[in-house]
T-cell receptor, first 115, second 109 residues
Framework: GAVVSQHPSWVICKSGTSVKIECRSL??????MFWYRQFPKQSLMLMAT?????????EQGVEKDKFLINHASLTLSTLTVTSAHPEDSSFYIC???????????FGPGTRLTVL | AQRVTQPEKLLSVFKGAPVELKCNYS??????LFWYVQYSRQRLQLLLR??SRESIKGFTADLNKGETSFHLKKPFAQEEDSAMYYC???????????FGKGTRLSVIA
């Protein structure tokens, strides 16, 4: 199967700072990637769809100015949490679909803790 | 609206016992249904999908359109089956997934 990586795997930051999370498709190209958020003991909720070369599509209730998404290449999407606050603490997971397998492959996730 | 319901947060069974993890969905159209599994400290991975109608690690799931269900079954549970299981749907392989809340399966020796 295909591999999707995320970096960092965990990050702790102070309130008010910005944090960048990278999502890479290691052995395939992905024109689209998805960003999910998972709060403790809850399910994955879609935040946004990242599109290579164009603006991301955000789900209702997700602030696009707070969660900046950049999909600058066919193998990399970044999610920047700007001016992070404790309520942004969560597990952020990205996925990338691979048309050949008609399947989505998930990254290992990034745990963000905002103090 | 698209929705996936997994009524059980936790399911505990003894080793060798049958397992059924329930999943019901709400979708206007013909969705693709999936079961994903997440073992401890590992990433989410696909277990099986309804269109392939295959058995993976002894698990099977049949799509029942009349009951809008996609329950996951295994006749004899093994300790290594202990994990978090998510039912999910999408309209196609390239669109985002809608997940259920997940069921934690604990297989007791």
């Amino acid at each position: 199967g295909a591999v999707v990586s995320q970096h960092p795997s965990w990050v702790i930051c102070k309130s008010g700072t910005s944090v960048k999370i990278e999502c890479r498709s290691l052995d395939f190209q992905a024109t689209t990637m998805f960003w999910y958020r998972q709060f403790p003991k809850q399910s994955l909720m879609l935040m946004a769809t990242s599109n290579e070369g164009s603006k991301a599509t955000y789900e209702q209730g997700v602030e696009k100015d707070k969660f900046l998404i950049n999909h600058a290449s066919l193998t990399l999407s970044t999610l920047t949490v700007t001016s992070a606050h404790p309520e942004d603490s969560s597990f952020y997971i990205c996925s990338a679909p691979l048309t050949t397998y008609n399947e989505q492959f998930f990254g290992p996730g990034t745990r963000l803790t905002v103090l | 609206a698209q929705r996936v319901t997994q009524p059980e947060k936790l399911l505990s069974v003894f080793k060798g016992a049958p397992v059924e993890l329930k999943c019901n969905y709400s979708y206007s159209g013909s969705p693709e249904l999936f079961w994903y599994v997440q073992y401890s400290r590992q990433r989410l991975q696909l277990l099986l999908r309804h269109i392939s109608r295959e058995s993976i690690k002894g698990f099977t799931a049949d799509l029942n359109k009349g009951e809008t269900s996609f329950h996951l079954k295994k006749p004899f549970a093994q300790e290594e089956d202990s994990a978090m299981y998510y039912c999910a749907l999408t309209s196609s392989g390239n669109t985002p997934l809608v997940f259920g809340k997940g069921t934690r399966l604990s297989v007791i020796a």
